[in-house]
């Protein structure tokens, strides 16, 4: 089945301490991309990739990272989150030009 | 600056037909979106439109005119499980950007 995975689905933490977020994606996607959607703000890019080793910002880059070293796989890194990153997380990929395809998201708490 | 604006809420009655829209201001244009999203789930795509004009799946229908900046998506025959968020999207830096409205959630009463 044509899917897109993350891991955790839910994440309670403490203000610093350094988290992962996974995504996978099984389409052979070159496209990745990772969202945070609050109320009534909607989505908004925070990183996104169009192919291994190629990434850029999105809208709301401060306090993440990303890598992509493998085709499948577009983790999302907080080296030291913060209460205002307590969000709902999506990881999603396309074929370029297509729609995305989204991760069931992350629901991240941090107090 | 970037902004989409869609309505936040909206209600409508079974078996009617609702138009939901959309306007966009945007420094690039490489289509615009339409997702549907049910509480807790994740975004599902519903419509794509990159030319000017209507395009027609099923029920639903979006329209697009880039000269006003404006899109509505048009859901006919309406049920009760079409109760959800719909999502615009403008996607831009040659496909790479996207930008979401905040999404209106729709309220399909029996």
């Known amino acids: 089945e044509a899917q897109v995975t993350q891991n955790p689905r839910y994440l309670i933490t403490v203000t610093g301490k350094k988290l992962t977020v996974t995504c996978s994606q099984n389409?052979?996607?070159?496209?990745m991309s990772w969202y945070r959607q609050d109320p009534g703000l909607g989505l908004r890019q925070i990183y996104y990739?169009?192919?291994?080793?190629?990434?850029d910002k999105g809208d709301v880059p401060e306090g993440y990272k990303v890598s992509r070293k493998e085709k499948r796989n577009f983790p999302l890194i907080l080296e030291s989150p913060s209460p205002n990153q307590t969000s709902l997380y999506f990881c999603?990929?396309?074929?370029?030009?297509?729609?995305?395809?989204f991760g069931p998201g992350t629901r991240l708490t941090v107090t | 600056g970037q902004n989409i604006d869609q309505p936040t809420e909206m209600t409508a009655t079974e078996g009617a037909i609702v138009q939901i829209n959309c306007t966009y201001q945007?420094?690039?244009?490489?289509?615009l979106f339409w997702y549907q999203q049910h509480a807790g789930e994740a975004p599902t795509f519903l419509s794509y439109n990159v030319l000017d004009g209507l395009e027609e799946k099923g029920r639903f229908s979006s329209f697009l005119s880039r000269s006003k900046g404006y899109s509505y998506l048009l859901l006919k025959e309406l049920q009760m499980k079409d109760s959800a968020s719909y999502l615009c999207a403008v996607a831009s830096g040659g496909g790479f950007k996207t930008i979401f409205g905040a999404g209106t959630r729709l309220f399909v009463k029996a």
């Open positions: 990739s169009m192919n291994v080793e190629v990434t």
């Open positions: 389409m052979n996607h070159e496209y």
């Open positions: 999603a990929s396309k074929k370029q030009g297509y729609e995305q395809y």
């Open positions: 945007t420094s690039g244009f490489n289509g």
